[in-house]
C-alpha cells in the first residue's frame, strides 16, 4: 500500500484535475467559438474524472470525492485516521484548481460566469435542489462502490463512475446553474467568498 502521503497527494492532484478541467469548461462554453452546450461540459467532466479516477485508484482509490470517502468511512472500508486528510487533500485540490482556472480564464468571462461555480437555479426551492443532489450523489456513490470499490468489480477503471457522473449534468441541468454532485469542486462558493477571486 502506498504510503499516506502519496495517497493524500494522488486525492488532491486528481480533484485538481477535475475542478481545473469542469470548471473552464463551464467558462470556456461561453467563448465564441466554444458553444459546446450541457452536453459538452457534462462530457469533460466524464473525461476527466475518468483519467482520474483510473490514474489514481491503485494509489489513494480514487475517490476524488468527500461523499465517495464518506460513504467508504461508514461502511467502513477506511478509518477516521485516513478520511479526514483525504478531505482535506480533496478540498486543497479543488481550491488549486479554481484559483488557477482564476489565473487562466480572462476575467470578463470568468466572472460573467462566477469561474463555474454551481448555483441552485431560481425556479429549484432549496429543499428540491438538496433532495436532487443526494439523489444523484446517491448514484454516483453507489456506481463508485460497484465498479472501483468491489473486488468483484468489472475493470473498466473510473468510466463507469464517470458515465454516472456525467448522466445527471444532462438530468438536472435545468434545475441548476451548474452540478454539484462533486462535494470539493463545491468549495469554489468558499474560494470566492473568501475574496479570492478578487
Known amino acids: 500500500m502506498a504510503t499516506l502521503t502519496r495517497r493524500l497527494t494522488a486525492e488532491a492532484l486528481g480533484t485538481f484535475g477535475l475542478v481545473f478541467i469542469g470548471s473552464a469548461a463551464v467558462v470556456v462554453n461561453a467563448f465564441p467559438n466554444g458553444s459546446y452546450g450541457i452536453m459538452g461540459i457534462a462530457v469533460a467532466h466524464a473525461f476527466v474524472l475518468a483519467i482520474m479516477i483510473t490514474a489514481t485508484m491503485n494509489i489513494s482509490g480514487g475517490h476524488l470525492n468527500p ?24 478540498l486543497v485540490g479543488a481550491v488549486l484548481g479554481a484559483l488557477l482556472v482564476k489565473y487562466a480564464i480572462p476575467s470578463n468571462v470568468g466572472r460573467v ?27 454516483l456513490v453507489s456506481a463508485v462502490f460497484g465498479t472501483v470499490v468491489s473486488p468483484e468489480a468489472p475493470k473498466v477503471g473510473g468510466s463507469a463512475s464517470a458515465w454516472c457522473y456525467c448522466s ?31
Open 113 to 139: 460566469l462566477s469561474y463555474g461555480t454551481p448555483a441552485i437555479a431560481t425556479a429549484v426551492t432549496l429543499a428540491q435542489a438538496i433532495t436532487i443532489e443526494a439523489v444523484l450523489t446517491f448514484f
Open 67 to 90: 461523499a465517495v470517502t464518506f460513504g467508504l468511512l461508514v461502511a467502513r472500508k477506511i478509518d477516521l485516521r485516513t478520511a479526514l486528510p483525504y478531505i482535506a487533500a480533496q
Open 168 to 198: 445527471p449534468s444532462w438530468s438536472a441541468a435545468p434545475f441548476r446553474a451548474g452540478r454539484s454532485i462533486q462535494r470539493a469542486p463545491s468549495a469554489r462558493p468558499w474560494y470566492r467568498a473568501t475574496g479570492w477571486d478578487r
